[in-house]
């Protein structure tokens, strides 16, 4: 059975950081892509980050994070991380992490999801 928890998720002030964490089981952690996502409420899910399998050589980022988030993974720990810094309010929400064994930057194509953790970033 597979599964993602995150966790590090909580309260910040604008500014601040947060390190966000994803632990995998049940699947072959270093041969996924994964993903970090976010959703605030009344909207989609949307795309953050995401970190090619193996060696994680290859990075994505969508353009509201670039600069402030840094995604990476521990293939020893079957853990991927989200450092999250410059928090804005505007980045509220819950954040989910995601594994799909093809390279991809849209929900839709990740097969599996955590249970997701809530960021809040007060002003």
């Known amino acids: 059975q597979v599964q993602l928890v995150e966790s590090g998720g909580g309260l910040v002030q604008a500014g601040g950081s947060l390190r966000l964490s994803c632990a995998a089981s049940g699947l072959t952690f270093s041969s996924r892509n994964m993903g970090w996502f976010s959703q605030a409420p009344g909207k989609e899910r949307e795309f953050l980050a995401a970190?090619?399998?193996?060696?994680?050589?290859?990075?994505n980022y969508t353009d509201s994070v670039k600069g402030r988030f840094t995604i990476s993974r521990d293939n020893a720990k079957n853990t991927v991380y989200l450092q999250m810094n410059s928090l804005k309010p505007e980045d509220t929400a819950v954040y989910y992490c995601?594994?799909?064994?093809?390279?991809?930057?849209?929900?839709?194509?990740?097969?599996?999801w955590g249970q997701g953790t809530q960021v809040t970033v007060s002003s």
């Open positions: 970190i090619s399998d193996w060696s994680g050589g290859n990075t």
């Open positions: 995601a594994a799909t064994r093809r390279w991809a930057l849209s929900p839709g194509e990740y097969f599996y």
